[in-house]
């Protein structure tokens, strides 16, 4: 059974603005992969503990897209946060400490 899937807002409006088809393209293509396999991207530690992340390359910049698996009572894949590489860890740091 595939897990559910849940977009938090920050992603969702990064993810809404993106223009270019491939791109939009890479990034569903991750997100697909996370429901096939959700322990394929990195898990962090520290503040950042439970929080995996995948690198997304394109057109000679890096993007990250972080998640969270939710296990109970069925399992439940939940996008962060997405965006460029730049700052990104401040930033999904910040948000964190508002979840």
């Given at each position: 059974m595939?897990?559910k899937?849940?977009i938090l807002?920050?992603?969702?409006?990064?993810l809404?603005?993106?223009k270019?088809?491939?791109?939009k393209?890479?990034f569903?293509?991750t997100?697909?992969?996370?429901l096939?396999d959700?322990?394929i991207?990195?898990s962090?530690?520290?503040?950042?503990?439970?929080?995996?992340?995948?690198?997304i390359?394109y057109?000679?910049?890096?993007y990250?897209l972080?998640?969270t698996i939710?296990e109970?009572?069925?399992?439940t894949?939940v996008?962060?946060?997405?965006?460029?590489?730049?700052?990104?860890?401040?930033?999904?740091?910040?948000?964190?400490k508002t979840l």
């Amino acid at each position: 059974m595939r897990p559910k899937l849940v977009i938090l807002p920050p992603a969702a409006h990064f993810l809404k603005k993106l223009k270019e088809k491939q791109l939009k393209d890479l990034f569903r293509k991750t997100v697909d992969e996370i429901l096939i396999d959700p322990y394929i991207g990195e898990s962090k530690s520290g503040d950042l503990s439970g929080i995996f992340c995948c690198d997304i390359y394109y057109n000679k910049t890096s993007y990250e897209l972080a998640y969270t698996i939710v296990e109970t009572p069925t399992e439940t894949i939940v996008i962060v946060l997405a965006g460029t590489r730049e700052n990104f860890y401040e930033e999904l740091k910040r948000y964190m400490k508002t979840l």
